[in-house]
T-cell receptor, first 113, second 115 residues
Framework: DTEVTQTPKHLVMGMTNKKSLKCEQHMGHRAMYWYKQKAKKPPELMFVYSYEKLSINESVPSRFSPECPNSSLLNLHLHALQPEDSALYLC????????????FGSGTRLTVV | DQQVKQNSPSLSVQEGRISILNCDYTNSMFDYFLWYKKYPAEGPTFLISISSIKDKNEDGRFTVFLNKSAKHLSLHIVPSQPGDSAVYFCAASVVYGGSQGNLIFGKGTKLSVKP
């Protein structure tokens, strides 16, 4: 298995909803990442998990809450989002935190209404 | 302040010819550079990388050139194929020197290879 699987592929949620994005990999990678990408912009790093511990939080608002239950799984819990949070959310993994040859998932297209 | 710049939003090339995608960076601490390719509805795919101790790295049809003095790198695709049509992201980071930094992406260049 050489993939990073993200679910759902599309999500529409209201500003009062609570939802979660899921990311899974079975490559034995020990670093996992959440990126946010707006249209015609580069991917922007949100969070880094290194050996299941949160190592980087790029000043992301608390309405985004990451979770790494185990080495294969990464979640992003969403609550009280704003319309400007609508974007493509990309998960990536790498063998270690110092290996930048990331494997990216296909992303979750999030629309906040 | 954009540390990694891809000044050409798009590039159109004829099949069989060379595609040259350019990337400039401002942070002299960057010592590791990568190119990613992204098709619509898919995540970016790692393509090729180069560390600052080299000035060239080749992998099949793809070659990355690094000019440290100019803070410039380029990706050459020879020969270009229609399947190469995608958005190409340049990315950079500090890996070997000092404390490790995050991977910083450019805005991307959309390459269209016409049959």
């Amino acid at each position: 298995d050489t993939e990073v699987t993200q679910t759902p592929k599309h999500l529409v949620m209201g500003m009062t909803n609570k939802k979660s994005l899921k990311c899974e990999q079975h490559m034995g990678h020990r670093a996992m990442y959440w990126y946010k990408q707006k249209a015609k912009k580069p991917p922007e790093l949100m969070f880094v998990y290194s050996y299941e511990k949160l190592s980087i939080n790029e000043s992301v608002p608390s309405r985004f809450s990451p979770e790494c239950p185990n080495s294969s799984l990464l979640n992003l819990h969403l609550h009280a989002l704003q319309p400007e949070d609508s974007a493509l959310y990309l998960c990536a993994s790498s063998p270690s935190p110092t290996d930048y040859g990331y494997t990216f998932g296909s992303g979750t297209r999030l629309t906040v209404v | 302040d954009q540390q990694v710049k891809q000044n050409s939003p798009s590039l159109s090339v004829q099949e069989g010819r060379i595609s040259i995608l350019n990337c400039d960076y401002t942070n002299s601490m960057f010592d590791y550079f990568l190119w990613y390719k992204k098709y619509p509805a898919e995540g970016p795919t790692f393509l090729i990388s180069i560390s600052s101790i080299k000035d060239k790295n080749e992998d099949g049809r793809f070659t990355v050139f690094l000019n440290k003095s100019a803070k410039h790198l380029s990706l050459h695709i020879v020969p270009s194929q229609p399947g190469d049509s995608a958005v190409y992201f340049c990315a950079a980071s500090v890996v070997y020197g000092g404390s490790q930094g995050n991977l910083i992406f450019g805005k991307g260049t959309k390459l269209s290879v016409k049959p």
